[in-house]
T-cell receptor
Framework: GENVEQHPSTLSVQEGDSAVIKCTYSDSASNYFPWYKQELGKRPQLIIDIRSNVGEKKDQRIAVTLNKTAKHFSLHITETQPEDSAVYFCAATGRDDKIIFGKGTRLHILP | GAVVSQHPSWVICKSGTSVKIECRSLDFQATTMFWYRQFPKQSLMLMATSNEGSKATYEQGVEKDKFLINHASLTLSTLTVTSAHPEDSSFYIC??????????????FGEGSRLTVL
């Protein structure tokens, strides 16, 4: 089945700087890659997603890139703000249609 | 967006008892729901896929007799933790896709249920 690796596990960036989180996946048939943000004690919330027929997608300060050949995708957050502090999970949908999550990245925005 | 509601949000039980968690899709029909388990500071681990009208599909290492899943209607799936033990204490989250969306559509999560077994 699908295996998703996510790095780094923890990331601290100065407020206003950019943050980048990277993920790789194993199943070449995967075609949907969502990113979720989870605040402490709350449910995960979708922040952006990308499908395999697109290489890049942007939504205001958030962007995601996908390299199907290399089987990796990345989340980019620009002009980070305190409210961006949370745990971020990447995920991939394998050929069996299950969404498998990476281990998460704890993002700290430093004042 | 679509709404998934989960109940209870918090439950404490004695070791050996069973606990049922409900997951409802409020404004859409979900032929498939997914149950995840999340330990503190860890990722969401898929436990099983709940299919309406048929048996659930369990991930490797998940005991189907321990975690009973029933998906009796297009809007309700239940997870029953049987004979709970302290090691079953965790955050359980259900999720569902809007049935009208493609199979690779957005996954909507319930609020989660925090189970503590004494």
């Amino acid at each position: 089945g699908e295996n998703v690796e996510q790095h780094p596990s923890t990331l601290s960036v100065q407020e206003g700087d950019s943050a980048v989180i990277k993920c790789t996946y194993s199943d070449s048939a995967s075609n949907y890659f969502p990113w979720y943000k989870q605040e402490l004690g709350k449910r995960p919330q979708l922040i952006i997603d990308i499908r395999s027929n697109v290489g890049e997608k942007k939504d205001q300060r958030i962007a995601v890139t996908l390299n199907k050949t290399a089987k990796h995708f990345s989340l980019h957050i620009t002009e980070t703000q305190p409210e961006d502090s949370a745990v971020y999970f990447c995920a991939a949908t394998g050929r069996d249609d299950k969404i498998i999550f990476g281990k998460g990245t704890r993002l700290h925005i430093l004042p | 967006g679509a709404v998934v509601s989960q109940h209870p949000s918090w439950v404490i039980c004695k070791s050996g008892t069973s606990v049922k968690i409900e997951c409802r899709s409020l404004d859409f029909q979900a032929t498939t729901m997914f149950w995840y388990r999340q330990f503190p500071k860890q990722s969401l681990m898929l436990m099983a896929t709940s299919n309406e009208g048929s048996k659930a599909t369990y991930e490797q290492g998940v005991e189907k007799d321990k975690f009973l899943i029933n998906h009796a209607s297009l809007t309700l799936s239940t997870l029953t933790v049987t004979s709970a033990h302290p090691e079953d204490s965790s955050f359980y989250i259900c999720s569902a896709r809007n049935g009208r969306a493609s199979n690779t559509g957005e996954l909507f999560f319930g609020e989660g249920s925090r189970l503590t077994v004494l």
